[in-house]
């Protein structure tokens, strides 16, 4: 396989690598390391041998086909301005930068462009990575990056008119589930003697034995409460409970995202 690059050893950066090269999808010698900070590249360098550092971004673009560009939106233009000019137009640039469209990335670069969203959780291997590929993208272009992203999950090409709110989802939603259990895990530790610690076990188990139900069953969501909620009992009291609240407030987060994250590259 050519050359990938991944310009930006952070939470994604590093995530990515560690997922390529722990799947067998990609050797170290196939992959190619830039990021600003030093530390993390001296770590990127222990944790992988044979993996190439370049020294710099535009360096990285001239030795890689695949360019994945894992730095903050705010940043992500920058190093577009770095690298291009030394790029021929055939090497596929592939932007994790939410907010950032394809036209904006088009428009700096006349090439196959990708917008990839993945989730912090495909770190073991869960969740799923958001595809949305440019016009000038060919269908094996197209393979090559969804089959390097299936080495961290499953993956899921996307319209970009939905891509905001499927990553608030798919992406954000690991965050948004994580204060939800915790919530209920402080709920649960303040109404009794149960060590917080305890609490939190109990939550994070609930949270995947619910996944895992409404996977296998297919079973729907609304289905599962009528499972559970006993005819006068108390599940329909915290069911209630959460309808009566819970629209407007996952309404008002969804909307005060999506403002955010439309303002992202400035
Ligand atoms: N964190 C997530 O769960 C997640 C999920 C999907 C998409 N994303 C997107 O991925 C991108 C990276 O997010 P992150 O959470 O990994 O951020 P991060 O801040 O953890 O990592 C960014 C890295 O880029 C490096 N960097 C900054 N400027 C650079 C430059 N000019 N050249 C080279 N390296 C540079 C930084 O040193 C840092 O190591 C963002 O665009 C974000 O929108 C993040």
Redesign the pocket.
Known sequence: MDRVGV?????????LVKGFLASGVLAPGEVVV????RG?LDACAAAWPGIAIAAT?ADLARRCRTIV?????Q??M??LR?IVPVMDGSEHLV??????GLHDLEEMYAGPVSRV????TSAVGEGTTLVCHGQWVGTDEALMVENLFSAVGSVMPVGEEDLAAA?LLS??G??LLAAIIGELAGAAARASSLPPDRALVLATDLLTATAAYLRETGRTPEDLIGEVATRGGVTEVGVQGFRDRLPGVFDGVFAAMLERYGG?RK
């Open positions: 310009i930006g050893y952070g939470h994604m950066g590093s995530m830039a990021s600003r900070s993390n971004n560009i894992a730095v903050r939106p940043e992500t920058g190093v770095e932007s994790l930068a939410a907010g950032i969203v993945p989730t912090a990553t992406s954000c690991p965050a992202l």
